[in-house]
């Protein structure tokens, strides 16, 4: 299963968009299943669901980090690095689905407003674009590292 796949079967198995692209990249990262899910438990539905940045773009940003990413504060270079990646995957997701804000990516779509969230259901899933951003966004993260070995 690609990580794309996994990414996109991750989300219909309930867990929220950035879980779903980290997870997916657990054989990368190193992280198991349950830190991975925590670590990225708030930054669904927009970051706590108020529709800022799309959880998927979060997902990826966690995964480019502990894969790429710098630790040390000094690490000029490193950082500046690090960031070009970063805004070059969300370069190429909002070029793909244009935009990379939650609210935006959901545009038409008729949500429940509030912070508790939606039951998921089979009208839920055919509503949204939400399992393909998941698969999108792996998809991308996929290339990119595959281009940075």
Do not use: W
Not at 83 to 99: I, M, T
Not at 100 to 126: F, H, M, N, W
Request: glycine content about 10%; hydrophobic content about 35%; some cysteine.
């Amino acid at each position: 299963m690609t990580h794309g796949e996994k990414a996109e079967q991750n989300f219909r198995l309930g867990y929220n968009c950035a879980q779903s692209v980290l997870l997916a990249f657990g054989d990368i990262t190193g992280l198991d299943d349950r830190t991975a899910a925590m670590l990225s438990s708030s930054f669904g539905g927009g970051l706590g669901r108020m529709r800022e940045l799309c959880g998927t773009v979060s997902g990826a940003a966690m995964v480019l980090g502990l894969v790429k990413g710098y630790a040390d504060p000094d690490d000029h270079e490193g950082k500046k690095a690090h960031y070009h990646r970063v805004q070059e995957f969300a370069r190429r997701f909002r070029e793909k689905n244009g935009s990379i804000i939650c609210r935006d990516l959901l545009s038409g779509v008729q949500t429940v407003e509030g912070s508790d969230p939606e039951q998921r259901t089979e009208a839920y899933y055919k509503k949204r674009p939400c399992p393909a951003l998941c698969r999108c966004a792996a998809e991308i993260l996929d290339d990119m590292l595959s281009l940075h070995q």
